[in-house]
C-alpha cells in the first residue's frame, strides 16, 4: 500500500474497524475511506458497486459484520446467515468488478467443524459438522472466504483472508446478554461490583477452552498481511491467534480479580457452552512472519479501563 492509497475500511466505526484506522492513521496513510451504514449501506448491492466506481477504491479492509455472542446467535440465525453473507459478497464482488488492487477479508474461527482436531490447523475447514450455536454465522464467513478464493483462481484478484480466534478489546460491545464472553463478563462483574450483588451467574459450566487476541494485535496482524502477503490459490486463508488458551472458569475469576468484585461466581449448567475448545493452530502466520504482542492478563487489564473510562465519559 502507497501512502495515498486509497483504503475502504468496512465496519470503521467497529472495535476492530477503530483500532485499524488508528493504525492506519499513524503509519501515515492519510487516504482513508471510513463510512458508516448512513453513508453506505454495505448489504445493498448497487449501492455498493456505485461506490467503488465513484471512490476508485484501491486496497479494501473488509472488516464489517453482524455480530454478538452464543445468545444473540441463537435468537437470530437467518439474521446471522443473511446479513453477513450479503456483506460479504457484495463488497467482495465489488472489489473485483472495480479492479481492486488488494481486498483482505476478516473470518472467524467458528469456520471450522464442532469437533475439529486441536490445535485447529487451516486445513481442518469443512471436515465435519458446525457449532450449531452460531452456524449461520459461521456459514457466511465460510462463503465469503470461499468467494475470495475463487475470484482469486478465476478472475486473477488478490484477495486475502484472515481467521482469528476470539476478539476483544476497547469498543467492543458491552452488554451482558448480546455481546460475546469478555465484555459481557467485564458488565456483569463490574455491574454486580456497582450495586454490591451477592453473586454473578454465568451461562455454561465454565470449563470450555478458548483463545482470545486482543483487537490491537489482531489491527497490527491486518496490517502485516496486507503489507507483505498475497493471494495463494493452495492456501487461501490464514490463522490468527493468540497462542494462549484460558477456560471460561479461569477468564471469569480473571476478570472478578481486574474489576475487584467481592462476591461469588456461579455457573447456570442449564445453559449451553458451546463447543468445548476452539484453539487455532498458528504455525503458518509465525512462519509468515508475524505474532502478537499482548498477554491476555495485559489486555483485559486496557479493556476494562477503557470501559471504565468510557462510562464516565457517557456521565458527564
Known amino acids: 500500500m502507497e501512502k495515498n492509497s486509497r483504503i475502504l475500511v468496512t465496519g470503521s466505526k467497529g472495535m476492530v474497524g477503530h483500532s485499524l484506522v488508528s493504525l492506519l492513521s499513524s503509519e501515515g496513510f492519510d487516504n482513508l475511506l471510513t463510512p458508516g451504514i448512513s453513508e453506505l449501506n454495505l448489504i445493498n448491492q448497487k449501492l ?18 453482524k455480530v454478538g455472542g452464543i445468545y444473540a446467535n441463537m435468537r437470530q440465525p437467518a439474521d446471522f446467515l443473511y446479513e453477513n453473507l450479503m456483506l460479504g459478497c457484495n463488497v467482495i464482488t465489488a472489489s473485483k468488478n472495480n479492479n481492486v488492487k488488494k481486498l483482505l477479508f ?19 475447514l469443512q471436515s465435519g459438522r458446525l457449532e450449531p450455536t452460531n452456524e449461520g454465522y459461521a456459514l457466511a464467513k465460510i462463503a465469503g472466504l470461499k468467494l475470495c478464493k475463487f475470484f482469486n483462481k478465476q478472475y486473477g484478484t488478490n484477495f486475502i483472508s484472515l481467521m482469528p480466534c476470539n476478539l476483544y478489546g476497547p469498543r467492543d460491545r458491552f452488554k451482558s446478554e448480546d455481546s460475546h464472553v469478555v465484555p459481557s463478563l467485564i458488565t456483569k462483574f463490574h455491574h454486580a461490583k456497582e450495586n454490591n450483588l451477592s453473586s454473578v451467574t454465568i451461562w455454561g459450566s465454565g470449563n470450555p477452552k478458548r483463545e482470545f487476541l486482543y483487537v490491537n494485535d489482531l489491527s497490527d496482524a491486518l496490517v502485516f498481511f496486507m503489507k507483505n502477503h ?10 490468527i491467534g493468540s497462542g494462549e488458551e484460558i477456560s471460561i472458569k479461569d ?9 475487584n468484585y467481592q462476591g461469588k461466581i456461579k455457573f447456570d449448567t442449564s445453559k449451553p457452552d458451546g ?14 512472519g508475524w505474532e502478537p504482542k499482548t498477554s491476555i492478563k495485559e489486555g483485559l487489564k486496557k479493556t476494562y479501563n477503557w470501559y471504565i473510562n468510557s462510562l464516565e465519559d457517557h456521565q458527564e
Open 48 to 65: 455498493v458497486d456505485d461506490y467503488f466506481c465513484e471512490n476508485k477504491v484501491d486496497y479494501v479492509f473488509h472488516l464489517a459484520a
Open 106 to 124: 476478516l473470518g472467524s474461527a467458528c469456520i471450522y467443524p464442532k469437533e475439529a482436531k486441536q490445535p485447529i490447523k487451516e486445513e481442518c
Open 230 to 239: 498475497n493471494a495463494d490459490q493452495e492456501n487461501s486463508f490464514t490463522n
Open 251 to 259: 477468564l471469569a475469576y480473571s476478570i472478578k480479580d481486574i474489576t
Open 275 to 288: 463447543a468445548l475448545r476452539r484453539f487455532l493452530d498458528t504455525s503458518k502466520s509465525k512462519d509468515l
